[in-house]
């Protein structure tokens, strides 16, 4: 079921403030999984994650609960956990929740959807109740930038918060500081939306998991996403 082949660099363009930028994660040999089939046919989406093993000695990987057909919503799930003092704060795991709705359907009620457009912008803004809004220190968001991302068959959003630096003798938890980026993700098309509510992601690249889920590595996962569903 394994497959391994050269997990080379993908361009991801990034689009913020009317302005835009690339990034470039260069080459570098590491092996990667195709989703099992039967999560594929369970949430309609198919990615590869990269060949890294958790603190339990096991590859990673996406497994789903429930079914986007018929109305549902299935939750397509991965744990990355390194540390086995664990916290389950939600800082080491990605969770996507997928729905048999196109992603405009999925933008136009706010009430479910983590990005809507307000009247007059060019492209959407993060729902307050989904935003993290401040650090465990109590320190606020300072910036929160949406940009657009596309892939096979699908486009949509990555949203990424900042927060300001922690006052006095509070010491936040690793996810908060300037060493990783917290993302939400809203991507679908016609047929499909899937949403990854909240997750914070290294911000330097490394292939291990000892001090979380690389950004870099999470955007080349993101290139490998299709949607199945009719």
Not at 133 to 161: F, L, M, Q, R, Y
Not at 178 to 196: P, T
């Amino acid at each position: 079921m394994r497959r391994c082949f050269v997990f080379f660099g993908l361009f991801f363009s990034v689009v913020a403030n009317a302005r835009s930028a690339s990034i470039v994660v260069q080459p570098h040999s590491i092996g990667s999984n195709p989703a099992r089939p039967e999560v594929v046919r369970q949430c309609g989406v198919s990615l590869d994650t990269p060949n890294l093993k958790s603190v339990s000695d096991q590859v990673i990987g996406f497994g789903c609960i429930g079914s986007y057909k018929n109305g549902g919503k299935a939750v397509m799930d991965m744990d990355f956990q390194y540390d086995q003092n664990f916290d389950p704060r939600g800082g080491d795991n990605i969770s996507f929740v997928v729905e048999g709705v196109s992603i405009d359907k999925r933008l136009s009620n706010s009430g479910e959807s983590i990005l809507k457009f307000n009247q007059g912008d060019g492209q959407p803004v993060l729902v307050p109740r989904f935003a993290y809004k401040e650090s465990d220190c109590g320190a606020p968001v300072v910036k929160t930038i949406v940009s657009p991302i596309h892939g096979e068959n699908w486009h949509g959003w990555i949203a990424e918060e900042t927060f300001a630096k922690a006052h006095g003798q509070c010491k936040p938890a690793k996810e908060y500081t300037e060493s990783y980026r917290c993302i939400h993700v809203l991507v679908g098309n016609e047929k499909m939306s899937a949403q990854l509510d909240g997750v914070c992601l290294l911000r330097k690249l490394e292939y291990s998991l000892k001090n979380g889920f690389s950004y870099d590595l999470f955007i080349n996962m993101m290139k490998t996403l299709r949607f199945q569903g009719n």
